[in-house]
């Protein structure tokens, strides 16, 4: 996976997503966002450059990691919001939900 361009974070929060299909939901997000946005990944592991912050992203057996950061607590907030909502929308057949909790 390609490093991409560090930008200065300073809140963060993390959530782990009980799923079957955590890579297959990890190369969506990463897919869905590269035409906007500087994106990095393969089946295990990505990155998403965001304006407000950046979003890390892991997909283990049977579980997706995500981990947010960014420079203040009300854009950490929209990222997860945006981060929440097109996961949710990828896994509709899915009884999912995304826990945050801070780091």
Known sequence: MNDLSPSVQTVGSVAAIATPH?????????????????VAFDPRSGR??????????????????LLLMA??????????DVVARHLLRFAFREDMTVDWHPL
Not at 54 to 65: F, I, K, M, P, S
Not at 71 to 80: G, H, I, K, V
């Open 48 to 65: 998403i450059v965001y304006a407000i912050g950046d979003c890390r992203l892991v997909a283990g057996e049977a579980v997706l990691t």
């Open 71 to 80: 420079p203040d607590p009300e854009r950490l907030e929209q990222l997860q």
């Open 22 to 38: 955590a890579s297959r939901y990890l190369q969506q997000l990463c897919k869905h966002f590269q035409h906007k946005l500087p």
